[in-house]
T-cell receptor, first 114, second 115 residues
């Protein structure tokens, strides 16, 4: 069965600093990978997704992620963080069958200091 | 385009009571999902509908949870009777179809507190 590990529960960065959130997955074949963001009291919003092709994926709000098969990783990055980026970030992997079932990691809470 | 709507946004009940949550997906979306998100964890899929049929309910505690999507549009998730461990945010999501590449769009969720 597929699984996702987000090793960092909580990360604090200064506004304007760069950001990298880690995600490791376990999956038998080429995975379908997603990053979602959840602001307080809000539902999850898709930041970006990887299905195939270019391993560097661009998303909304200036985020990008890189798929590294050799490391089973799909880390999320942003070159300069804004205070409004403070939220919880979830990495997810699509399931093994044809249906669109997602398995989520436990999330990383991002705090941004001014 | 309107997003996924859920109600109520908050609910507090005593254990052993029953509760129901409502979800209206994005118009035209055939697939609807209910997730349970316990504090400190990622969302966990409870049930997935394709139109009005169930695709996956393997993680739904069927002794107390039930869900329906009678006309293939809106859906109701019910818990009867509730337990303390059911305290969580219940998220509804929808997608255009049920393929692996279909993006799921999430509603704001219903926060349930069981006392």
């Amino acid at each position: 069965a597929q699984s996702v590990t987000q090793p960092d529960i909580h990360i604090t960065v200064s506004e304007g600093a760069s950001l990298e959130l880690r995600c490791n997955y376990s999956y038998g074949a080429t995975p379908y990978l997603f990053w979602y963001v959840q602001s307080p009291g809000q539902g999850l919003q898709l930041l970006l997704k990887y299905f195939s092709g270019d391993t560097l994926v661009q998303g909304i709000k200036g985020f990008e992620a890189e798929f590294k098969r050799s490391q089973s990783s799909f880390n999320l990055r942003k070159p300069s963080v804004h205070w409004s980026d403070a939220a919880e970030y979830f990495c997810a992997v699509g399931n093994t069958g044809t249906a669109s079932k997602l398995t989520f990691g436990t999330g990383t809470r991002l705090q941004v200091t001014l | 385009e309107a997003g996924v709507a859920q109600s109520p946004r908050y609910k507090i009940i005593e254990k052993r009571q029953s509760v129901a949550f409502w979800c209206n997906p994005i118009s035209g979306h055939a697939t609807l999902y209910w997730y349970q998100q316990i504090l400190g964890q990622g969302p966990k899929l409870l049930i997935q509908f394709q139109n009005n049929g169930v695709v996956d309910d393997s993680q739904l505690p069927k002794d107390r949870f039930s869900a329906e999507r009678l006309k293939g549009v809106d859906s109701t998730l019910k818990i009867q009777p509730a337990k303390l461990e059911d305290s969580a945010v219940y998220l509804c999501a929808s997608s255009l179809d049920w393929g692996r590449t279909d993006t799921q769009y999430f509603g704001p969720g219903t926060r349930l507190t069981v006392l």
